[in-house]
């Protein structure tokens, strides 16, 4: 490969046609420049200056050099300039989470997305592990998850906690035992996990959610609610999903005495490049959780 130093000093040679002018352009000595093109020759194996006393001329192989050397050395410029016009604001950018957070996240990310018209948001709801694995296989430049990962190809930082809150039917207005087995449990793929959680550290009684009848199932965050407002049930979600349903009227949301979150983890590949959008959202993500 030919070393792009001394190409950049034969060109400049080339068009000055003075040993002088072109050290002093390129704030060399004029022996510089000579150890330079007499490098670039014997890695060429090849003469592409005919010296006459203090002048010369190109040879065949250097007006040959000059012409393609010049054409090379313009599209690394243009390459430079290319990946040093790193706009925090321009760009694509694939980020994943669990639904509840997305619920919160996306539609902030979309308002930054509209006040900045060069950004890309390319958005996915999606479980963890299959963000953890997007990121492994580099399918997503940042990913929200619940737990800690340990794959080694991640690095994870914790970066907020989303309370788990527990739902019911807007008409019940206090929580006992007795009140959940007869409103009977809502399931989403995270149920299990969240009512386990949640409800162990509150309710004595509690060893697993089947011991609730079971009076339906979702699969779509923003859609789990819609049987509880309808006085169907009741269902343990993260904060997020509870209080950006539409209809808060139908729903109570209860605190319960002992608190519970989940924490919130921001993933990365770690042998990706952060690019300033990257770094940009990141700070954005950090800021609009806060």
């Known amino acids: 490969m030919i070393n ?25 000595t ?5 150890q330079h093109i ?8 090849s003469q592409l200056l005919a ?3 203090k002048s010369f001329s190109l040879t065949t192989k250097g007006q040959q050099l000059k012409q393609k050397g010049q054409m090379l050395l313009r599209d690394a410029e243009k390459l430079e300039a290319l990946i040093k016009q790193d706009d925090p604001y321009s760009g694509r950018i694939k980020l994943a989470s669990p639904g509840s957070i997305g619920l919160s996240l996306y539609p902030q990310l979309l308002e930054l997305q509209q006040a900045h018209p060069g950004l890309c948001i390319d ?23 619940t737990e800690l990962s340990n794959r080694s190809h991640l690095i994870s930082q914790k970066i907020a906690e989303e309370p788990l809150v527990l739902v019911t039917p807007a008409s019940v207005k206090s929580l006992n035992w007795q009140t959940l087995i007869e409103l009977g449990f809502i399931s989403h793929p995270d149920a299990a996990h969240h009512g386990k959680q949640l409800l162990k550290e509150n309710y004595p009684q509690f060893e ?8 339906g199932f979702s699969n779509q965050i923003s859609l789990i609610l819609e049987p509880v407002s309808k006085g169907l049930g009741f269902t343990v979600l993260p ?5 950006t349903y539409q209809r808060q009227d139908l729903i109570q949301i209860h605190g319960l005495p002992i608190p519970v979150s989940e924490n919130l983890y921001l ?22 959780l806060a």
Request: charged share 20%.
């Open 4 to 28: 792009q130093i001394w190409l950049k000093t034969f060109c400049t040679l080339a068009d000055m046609g003075h040993f002088t002018q072109t050290a002093e352009k390129l704030f060399m």
């Open 30 to 34: 004029q022996s510089g420049v000579s």
């Open 38 to 45: 007499q490098k670039l020759e014997k890695q060429l194996d």
């Open 51 to 53: 010296r006459e006393g």
């Open 123 to 145: 958005y996915t709801f999606a479980p963890n592990t299959r963000i953890e694995q997007d990121l492994v296989d580099n399918q997503l430049d940042l990913g929200l998850v």
């Open 208 to 215: 697993h959610v089947e011991q609730f009848p079971h009076n």
């Open 239 to 243: 904060l997020f999903a509870a209080t």
């Open 267 to 288: 993933c990365a590949n770690r042998h990706a490049i952060n690019s300033n959008r990257i770094n940009m959202i990141k700070l954005k993500i950090a800021e609009y």
